[in-house]
């Protein structure tokens, strides 16, 4: 069966600190990939996807990420991070062929002005 | 261009009651999927449904059932509510396979 874990529960930091939150599946095969933010009272927002390609993916609002197949890892990147990105991240890994997406727990942002 | 719409926003019902949930996908999208989200976790697939039908369903008992319309919008029915049920029912639809794009949700507390 599928998994997400995404290995940071809360994370807080400064403006303009760098950001990288964590994300590992277990699945064998081919798969699509997922970062989706929420902010808070708003509702899920797709952040940049994987489907083929390019591993190093550019999403939305400056935000990218790095597919490592090897390490099963689609780990989420942004150099300097604002107050604004205070919200909740989600990763989230479907099988190809198939219908559902499955999400890690989240992680929790908090950035400090 | 509206995106994915739920209703209604809110939603409190004792424990035992049935409750009937409606999203309406966005325009041009012929896929609707359902998720649960409890409080503290990452939204679950409960089901999918495409040419009104069923395509693939997650690991949620029969009590939670669906329906999909000519239109494309759907609705989600949960029957004898537990406590446990309580949580943020999200729908996201896509044209294809993937629901990618969610709505806002519909917040279920089950008292």
């Known amino acids: 069966a599928q998994s997400v874990s995404q290995h940071n529960h809360h994370v807080i930091l400064s403006e303009a600190a760098s950001l990288e939150l964590g994300c590992n599946y277990s699945y064998g095969g081919t798969v699509n990939l997922f970062w989706y933010v929420q902010y808070p009272g708003q509702h899920l927002q797709l952040l940049l996807k994987y489907f083929s390609g390019d591993p190093l993916v550019k999403g939305i609002k400056g935000f990218e990420a790095e597919f490592i197949k090897s390490k099963f890892s689609f780990n989420l990147r942004k150099p300097s991070v604002q107050w604004s990105d205070t919200a909740e991240y989600f990763c989230a890994v479907n099988a190809r062929g198939d219908d559902k997406i499955i999400f890690g727990k989240g992680t929790r942002l908090h950035i400090l002005p | 261009d509206a995106g994915v719409t739920q209703s209604p926003t809110h939603l409190i019902k004792t424990r035992g009651q049935q409750v009937t949930l409606r999203c309406s996908p966005k325009?041009?999208?012929?896929?609707v999927s359902w998720y649960q989200q409890a409080l503290g976790q990452g939204p679950q697939f409960i089901f999918q449904?495409?040419?009104?039908?069923?395509?693939q369903r997650g690991n949620f008992p029969d009590r939670f059932s669906g329906h999909q319309f000519p239109n494309y919008s759907s609705e989600l029915n949960v029957n004898a509510l537990l406590l446990g049920d309580s949580a943020l029912y999200l729908c996201?639809?896509?044209?294809?396979?993937?629901?990618?794009?969610f709505g806002a949700g519909t917040r279920l507390s089950v008292l």
């Open positions: 449904y495409y040419e009104e039908e069923e395509r």
């Open positions: 996201a639809s896509s044209l294809g396979r993937l629901g990618v794009y």
């Open positions: 325009s041009g999208h012929d896929t």
